[in-house]
């Protein structure tokens, strides 16, 4: 349970939640950003510390979903950070994204679980981040100065770099995300399990974009492993995702849920299959 003596802030803009964060946080109180709040309420059983609570689910912008409203940056499909996953995996605005959504938890969990919780998660997992990496995404943050936009690739490194006090208010994605792709997980269990790989792809351009979760300790898109696609398209499927999985530099997991063989042998499968829809629709 959460202390009783926490501060409790019902922020109504952006402009107020980050002062108040600055303005805590000075003082020397360990502040929290909250809008679904599940891992928090986890963190707090585990004697997290935590003084103050900033919750952001009333601010107009953090709530907004594909095709819904106001865009803080740019005239392109925005995602604020409070959408629940339940609503983001109900759209039909953003396929790959609702897809992505649809994978976490279960739907009484999406509920409260939001996208900018999933993407600043302590978990690994982040899958919400795949269509942000795939379609090269603005990340827009808040701090003092206003709001910033950021290249996802470049603010997403294996977790989401944010100045202190700096707060997620969504993702800008462009409007190439309307278009459909390939999405597949892998679970061990059937039933709601974290997955040993999750994999998003698009063909945009002519070219092949592929990004992984669960295979690697974190999400990860390679450029490299694009290219290695792009160069071996006269061969089979599944050659030319063996020749991709070579490339990526990171490291396979391996853990109690499957090793890094199993893993690598999973993501194999869905991204020869993958290239197969692809290629033939």
Not at 72 to 92: I, K, Y
Request: with cysteine.
């Amino acid at each position: 349970m959460i202390a009783s003596d926490v501060v409790y802030l019902q922020a109504e803009s952006v402009d107020e939640a980050v002062t108040a964060w600055h303005e805590y946080a000075e003082s020397g109180r360990a502040v929290r950003y909250f809008s679904g709040g599940t891992e928090i309420v986890t963190g707090a059983r585990h004697r997290d510390d935590v003084d103050v609570l900033i919750d952001v689910k009333r601010i107009p912008e953090l709530t907004r979903v594909p095709g819904g409203g106001a865009r803080p940056l740019t005239d392109t499909l925005f995602v604020g950070a409070a959408a629940r996953l339940s609503d983001l995996a109900d759209q039909e605005a953003v396929p790959l994204l609702a897809a992505a959504a649809r994978g976490v938890a279960d739907r009484t969990a999406r509920n409260s679980i939001t996208f900018g919780g999933n993407l600043c998660s302590v978990l690994p997992y982040r899958e919400t981040a795949l269509p942000l990496l795939l379609f090269d995404a603005t990340l827009v943050l808040a701090s003092l100065d206003g709001l910033r936009g950021v290249p996802a690739r470049e603010c997403f490194r294996r977790r989401l770099q944010l100045r202190p006090g700096e707060l997620v208010v969504g993702a800008d994605l462009p409007a190439v995300a309307r278009e459909t792709g390939y999405s597949a997980r892998r679970t061990r269990d059937p039933r709601v399990d974290y997955p040993l790989v999750t994999l998003c792809m698009a063909c945009l351009g002519g070219s092949v974009r592929f990004a992984v979760a669960g295979a690697y300790g974190y999400p990860v898109r390679s450029l490299e492993a694009e290219q290695v696609l792009a160069a071996a398209a006269r061969e089979e499927p599944r050659a030319r995702a063996e020749r991709a999985v070579a490339a990526i530099e990171d490291r396979l997991w391996d853990d109690f849920r499957g090793s890094a063989a199993y893993r690598r042998e999973l993501l194999l499968l869905v991204l020869a299959e993958g290239l197969s829809r692809l290629e033939d629709a």
